[in-house]
């Protein structure tokens, strides 16, 4: 239990300055992120708000990645957005529960593992496309209310406060990082909007954020099974991206800061956040690497920043939202334009002439749909299976049988490279079964029998072998080979030669 209450991160010194001011630059970036998100998904900006509080808390105390920001998000908006409109929002809650349950099991099942099968190029295009989503997130502030792009005064009173919030964050680090630049800029940026009386769109202009705490309710749904299979859908694609998003992020920050975060717990963590966030008037969420990144570019490594970012939240909720309305929104426009510079891989650019061919059209497969789609789960899972069938392709083209008579007129074929379903028809094409002699060897000392159609594949060559009246030896097969045979002796006839048991020479 003490390492779900460690607040800390005991392996390196806490900066408690540091993550203080870290975690209320946060919590100011998150106000406008969760009332735009929860608007998208048609639900109040309470419901965002709240949200972002419970995720943020939870996965900060419980998490399995300190410094790693969590609250609503936009991909799990466009999940729910049109149960919202359906089934309003006591549905929603319902299935903001049921995903944080299954994110809970897919936890305590340990299938965090599964992003080791998540290739960095699949990296490389998610965190392009998500920079291209963070930056393009920030045209709309350059429209009015009806959707025109600004002119004239307003757009360049807009474009010289979000520039000077550039520069702030861009120059202050390189004179002095005590306080954090992303906070600096936000305040300058304020005081000079707040004492000038300069007339540009703040976060009132949005939405109010004005609220109490949030209030503790079962979703008021009817408990049936046409209710859960209803909810079911929604719940399993929430859950499912929510992990992918989490995971993912969990992965960059372990890049950026040379450590290592724990996937599964992770997993929990957000599933338990979900399954509070349901019962507390919240709309659920996942990760938010925009957020992380300031973050831990603000230097914060340790839980108590993403604490504190939660907390003071739900203190400007509660008691400042009337300042907080006032707020720029270009100071916090020129923030997240930051960001998405600093999260677009720019070396990725330095590899098209390095990286495989195949890799580059995986990144920028990935890279294109996050970017236009804003489906990142959806974009990441076509990247895995792109890269897996491009790696399948590449090893099916691998396997070669090098081919000898001995003195006793034994050929020898000595199998180089896997046999896989890939590979099947490669590997038959290189016998000649009517043409070898009456004893032939097959080595498997240099290649691996992988799955039922390796299997079949050797079954139908035997029995060429037999049929011919000529005997087979299959020698150097690793145990692992020799148990895949064994274990589909039941579903199929393994027809191999030699060995006492298994007709397996394994020498």
């Known amino acids: 239990m003490k390492k779900y209450l460690n607040l800390f991160d005991l392996s390196q010194k806490v900066h408690y300055k540091t993550e203080i001011l870290s975690g209320l630059t946060v919590a100011l970036a998150l106000i406008p992120e969760a009332v735009a998100f929860a608007l998208i998904a048609g639900l109040s900006p309470l419901t965002g708000l709240y949200a972002a509080f419970v995720m943020g808390l939870v996965t900060s105390v419980l998490g399995g990645r300190p410094g790693m920001i969590s609250g609503a998000t936009g991909a799990v908006a466009v999940v729910l957005v049109v149960l919202a409109q359906s089934h309003g929002p006591e549905y929603i809650f319902a299935t903001v529960v049921l995903a944080g349950l299954i994110q809970i099991a897919a936890g305590f099942l340990k299938l965090g593992k599964l992003m080791r099968l998540v290739p960095h190029p699949v990296i490389f295009g998610f965190v392009n496309g998500l920079a291209i989503i963070i930056f393009s997130s920030q045209l709309k502030q350059f429209q009015d209310v009806d959707g025109n792009w600004l002119t004239g005064t307003p757009l360049y009173i807009l474009l010289a406060l979000v520039g000077l919030t550039m520069l702030i964050i861009w120059g202050l680090p390189k004179l002095s990082k005590a306080i954090p630049a992303s906070l600096t800029a936000i305040l300058a940026v304020f005081a000079m909007v707040v004492f000038l009386d300069i007339d540009t769109k703040t976060v009132g202009d949005i939405a109010s954020i004005k609220g109490g705490f949030p209030p503790f309710h079962i979703p008021k749904v009817p408990f049936s099974l046409d209710t859960f299979m209803l909810i079911l859908p929604y719940a399993g694609i929430m859950a499912s991206v929510g992990l992918i998003e989490s995971l993912l992020t969990l992965n960059i920050i372990d890049e950026i800061t040379g450590t290592r975060g724990r996937g599964n717990k992770e997993a929990v963590a957000q599933g338990t956040a979900n399954v509070i966030s349901g019962f507390f008037s919240g709309m659920g969420g996942c990760a938010m690497i925009g957020q992380s990144l300031i973050n ?24 400042g939202s009337g300042l907080i309305e006032k707020m720029p929104m270009a100071a916090l426009t020129g923030l997240m334009i930051m960001v998405s510079i600093g999260t677009f891989e720019w070396a990725s650019f330095r590899t098209f002439n390095k990286m495989p061919k195949s890799d580059i059209f995986v990144m920028v497969v990935v890279t294109l749909i996050t970017a236009v789609l804003h489906n990142l789960a959806f974009a990441v899972i076509i990247g895995v299976i792109i890269a897996a069938l491009v790696f399948a392709w590449d090893n099916a083209k691998r396997i070669r049988a090098r081919k000898f008579t001995d003195a006793d007129g034994i050929k020898h074929y000595e199998i180089y490279g896997p046999l896989f379903f890939g590979s099947v028809t490669v590997f038959n094409s290189k016998f000649e079964v009517e043409a070898d002699p009456d004893e032939v060897i097959i080595d498997f000392s240099e290649s691996r029998v992988v799955d039922m159609s390796a299997i079949e594949a050797l079954n139908k060559l035997t029995e060429r072998y037999l ?41």
């Open 296 to 319: 831990i570019s603000s230097g914060a490594r340790a839980r108590l920043s993403g604490i504190v970012a939660s907390v003071m939240l739900l203190v400007f909720i509660m008691f």
């Open 467 to 507: 049929k011919a009246g000529k005997k087979v030896h299959l020698k150097h097969l690793s145990p692992d080979c020799i148990k895949l045979l064994k274990n589909a002796e039941k579903i199929i006839d393994v027809n191999v030669l030699e060995d006492p048991t298994y007709k397996v020479l394994a020498d």
